[in-house]
């Protein structure tokens, strides 16, 4: 069942990146679950090599385009302006 779960995760993520016009400042957390997930199915173990290996190759290229999108010039300003909401909202 846990693992079913993950795999709706994984699903509704593909939903929200496949959607027209994805939130950049929640791009990054649902990068960061993937990754999670990803790396606990790997670790359990009860896949065949040939997943835990396509799992593995998920993650990389994962890794990557988290490494681009960080380094994104509109990746900073909009996680600026979202944590400038969040401190505004706190007051």
């Known amino acids: 069942m846990f693992t079913t779960l993950r795999f709706q995760s994984l699903k509704d993520a593909t939903l929200l990146f496949s959607s027209a016009t994805p939130n950049l400042a929640l791009v990054i957390p ?5 990754d999670k997930i990803l790396g606990n199915l790997v670790d359990e173990g009860s896949f065949v090599p040939a997943i835990v290996v396509a799992m593995g190759v998920a993650r990389k290229t994962l890794n990557r385009y988290y490494s681009l ?3 994104s010039p509109v990746y900073r300003i909009a996680m600026r302006e979202s ?9």
């Open 30 to 34: 649902v990068m960061d679950r993937i």
């Open 69 to 71: 999108v960080n380094s």
């Open 83 to 91: 944590s400038n909401l969040f401190i505004l909202l706190r007051l």
